[in-house]
C-alpha cells in the first residue's frame, strides 16, 4: 500500500513563493508518475504538474506553467513542487497522486494524499 504525505502549505502573499512536499512509502516508486493536482470547494480537481518518478519528463498546465516547477529527491522518497510569483488564482487544496498511466486525468490515480492548504492573499 503506497502512502502520501503532503506538507508546506500555508498563507502567502500574491508574488511570493512556496515549495510543497510530498513523502511516498510504501513501495519502490520507479514505474510510477507522480502529479500534484489542487481543488477549491465546489470544483473539480485541477491538474497542475506531473513528472514520472525516474525523471526525464514533466507536464504543466497551461496557468502554472513558468512559475511552478515539479522535481524529486528520490533518496528521500520525495516530490517537491516549487511555486514561485503565486496569484490568488493559486489558491487550493494540493494533492498528490501516483499513477502507472501517463495522465493528467485524475480518475487515472489511484494513490492520493490528504492534501495541504495553500491561500495566497491579493
Known amino acids: 500500500q503506497v502512502q502520501l504525505v503532503e506538507s508546506g502549505g500555508r498563507l502567502v502573499q500574491a508574488g511570493g513563493s512556496l515549495r510543497l512536499s510530498c513523502a511516498a512509502s510504501g513501495r519502490t516508486l520507479d514505474r510510477y508518475v507522480m502529479a500534484w493536482f489542487r481543488q477549491v470547494p465546489g470544483k473539480e480537481r485541477e491538474f497542475v504538474a506531473l513528472?514520472?518518478?525516474?525523471?526525464?519528463?514533466?507536464s504543466y498546465s497551461d496557468s502554472v506553467k513558468g512559475r511552478f516547477t515539479i522535481s524529486r529527491d528520490n533518496a528521500k522518497n520525495t516530490v517537491y513542487l516549487q511555486m514561485n510569483n503565486l496569484r490568488p488564482e493559486d489558491t487550493g487544496a494540493y494533492h498528490c497522486?501516483?499513477?502507472?498511466?501517463?495522465?493528467?486525468?485524475?480518475?487515472?490515480?489511484?494513490?492520493w494524499g490528504q492534501g495541504t492548504q495553500v491561500t495566497v492573499s491579493s
Open positions: 513528472g514520472r518518478w525516474s525523471g526525464g519528463y514533466t
Open positions: 497522486a501516483l499513477s502507472l498511466v501517463f495522465s493528467r486525468v485524475a480518475v487515472d490515480y489511484a494513490y
